[in-house]
């Protein structure tokens, strides 16, 4: 069941939520994966480094929460910026990047047209279901205050240990599940993605699964504690999580960590939060 009847409503429906029960739970990878993902052949270049960000395996210990099974879509996302009148940074900046046979910046897209074409009226004739794109983690962070102070309920995005746990609980393969023979989904322009999406995001959809669009995190990329070095490392990059149709399978796994910088929006990103 697809959230309707507005975001306040929404919070108090059970089937919204799946809960994580506090406890420890494992995050991570082992570091040993890494000289096995470098002797193996999954037929395109994925650079380690990235691979290497999720090490070491670790035990972390959570506190119960509630993970929406959906993404926040494009309906909540329009009711907080009719409340505020909000301006997303593709709508201050005059631009967002979309995929035409590969990354293209384009005037003119936003959160209300997201992929530079005739399927952005079909993607806001169903915004009641459709994620909301072309979001930066700075919109998103800003949907999740605004939606804390008008309910009284603390939201906000996931944490990287509670975005893995929720995908670990909802099934979301392993790293290490990953077949060699796996290959990627091929997506010529941003219309053939919305197609793809269109499959997926519906009235009756009983949860977003990950794997579809890269989802936003509340963290920093920072080193697990005992990885290695990076530069990269620090406070400059968010991190998203889950992959999207288009990535490489090693990417649609519950450990990958990808970095981009707050700021950064396209159509192949969304977000998802937490209560609690």
């Not at 794109?133 to 700075?138: G, I, M, P």
Request: aromatic letters at 14%; hydrophobic letters at 40%; charged letters at 25%.
């Amino acid at each position: 069941m697809c959230p309707t009847g507005g975001l306040s409503h929404a919070l108090t429906v059970p089937a919204r939520f799946v809960d994580i029960p506090g406890g420890m739970y494992a995050i991570g990878i082992d570091g040993a994966f890494i000289s096995e993902i470098e002797r193996r052949d999954f037929g395109e270049d994925l650079p380690v480094a990235y691979i290497a960000a999720a090490v070491p395996r670790r035990p972390v210990h959570l506190k119960g929460v509630r993970v929406s099974r959906f993404l926040v879509a494009a309906a909540e996302f329009e009711e907080f910026v009719d409340a505020t009148a909000f301006v997303t940074e593709a709508e201050r900046e005059g631009w967002g990047w979309t995929w035409e046979g590969g990354w293209t910046k384009r005037d003119g897209l936003s959160w209300r047209r997201p992929f530079g074409g005739e399927v952005d009226k079909d993607y806001w004739s169903r915004r009641a279901f459709m994620p909301a794109l072309q979001v930066s983690w700075n919109d998103a962070d800003a949907w999740c205050r605004w939606l804390s102070d008008v309910s009284g309920k603390s939201i906000r995005l996931p944490l990287e240990t509670e975005w893995e746990t929720f995908g670990l609980l909802t099934g979301v393969r392993s790293i290490r599940e990953i077949p060699d023979d796996e290959s990627r989904i091929a997506v010529d322009t941003a219309g053939d993605f919305f197609r793809m999406l269109s499959g997926i995001f519906s009235a009756n959809a009983a949860l977003h699964p990950t794997g579809v669009l890269w989802e936003w995190t509340a963290d920093w990329f920072r080193a697990y504690p005992g990885g290695g070095p990076d530069a990269d490392y620090g406070e400059v990059y968010r991190v998203l999580r889950g992959g999207s149709l288009a990535s490489h399978p090693l990417q649609r796994c519950r450990e990958y960590r990808f970095r981009r910088c707050p700021t950064a929006r396209s159509p192949f990103y969304g977000f998802r939060f937490v209560l609690g």
